[in-house]
Each structure stands twice: as C-alpha cells, then as structure tokens.
C-alpha cells in the first residue's frame, strides 16, 4: 500500500512505497530524518512524535484550495464587468 505523507519540516511530499517497524524515512528536500516506530512518526532531528494521520497528505484539502481560488476569480470578473 502506498501512503504519502507530508514532511512536518518544509511540506514535501513523501511517497511512502512500504511501511515497517523500524523503517527510516528521509526528506529529500530538507534531509530530515523520520522513524516509523511502535505505530508512529518519530523525527530524529526534533525528537517530536505524529501519528500517520497526521501527516498524511490529504487530497481533500487541495481541492478545497482550488474550489476557494475559482470563487475569488469570480470576484475579479465583477470588477473588469464596466
Ligand atoms: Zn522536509
């Protein structure tokens, strides 16, 4: 199963192609290192815990974004309507 999780650091995106006790996952953008361990996301570099949820990327959100952008575009079209 594939999971992408969000890096707590600088946002990027980690495609996670497999997911074990022990397993170590390192950002490509800002190196942080991250541990998956008793079920969690452990940071080496900060020492913080979150759960999976927490930092999965949620497509839900980015569709939402987009959905508030194309309302303010409306916007803009009433201003140039002379
Ligand atoms: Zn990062």
Not at 18 to 33: F, H, K, N, P, R
Not at 54 to 65: G, H, I, Q
Request: hydrophobic fraction near 25%.
């Amino acid at each position: 199963m594939i999971k992408i999780i969000r890096c707590p650091s600088c946002g990027e995106e980690i495609v996670l192609k497999d997911l074990y006790e022990g397993m170590e996952i390192t950002c490509s953008l800002c190196g942080y290192t991250i541990v998956y361990q008793n079920g969690k996301l452990h940071i080496m570099e900060t020492n913080e815990e979150f759960e999976l949820e927490e930092l999965a990327s949620s497509n839900k959100d980015e569709t939402e974004k987009e959905l508030e952008e194309e309302e303010l575009e409306g916007d803009y079209e009433d201003y140039y309507d002379y």
